[in-house]
């Protein structure tokens, strides 16, 4: 089993930046590929990026594309997520998220780890 716990949500105006992290433990890169997802309210929880545990490759949802952007620090077993150029509709609550590839991870039942979840709140 991985261990995964969230940092770095908060407030910020439309046009800035937040930088997430996730440090996990119980396991290393090598067993997980590791992204994130987010829950809007009311909403369903929906992918937002992975980086593959062998590659480094990643993948975005469309609707981050070019804002987001995946990094990892595997001397750390951290996974960041730089977010620039937030929007209002980027509000949600973000998880990390271990599964077994890029692929399997694009939807939840490919997931078989989640950290507790951190607020991102984008004000308008």
């Known amino acids: 089993q991985v261990q995964l716990v969230e940092s770095g949500g908060g407030l910020v105006q439309a046009g800035g930046s937040l930088r997430l992290s996730c440090a996990a433990s119980g396991r290393t890169f090598s067993t997980y590929t590791l992204g994130w997802f987010r829950q809007a309210p009311g909403k369903e929880r929906v992918f937002v990026t992975a980086?593959?545990?062998?590659?480094?490759?990643?993948s975005y949802a469309d609707f981050v594309k070019g804002r987001f952007t995946i990094s990892r620090d595997t001397s750390k077993n951290m996974v960041h997520l730089q977010m620039n150029s937030l929007k209002p509709e980027d509000t949600a609550v973000y998880f990390c998220?271990?599964?077994?590839?890029?692929?399997?991870?694009?939807?939840?039942?490919?997931?078989?780890?989640w950290g507790q979840g951190t607020q991102v709140t984008v004000s308008s």
């Open positions: 998220a271990a599964g077994n590839s890029r692929s399997s991870m694009s939807e939840i039942g490919g997931v078989d780890g």
């Open positions: 980086i593959d545990r062998f590659s480094g490759g990643t």
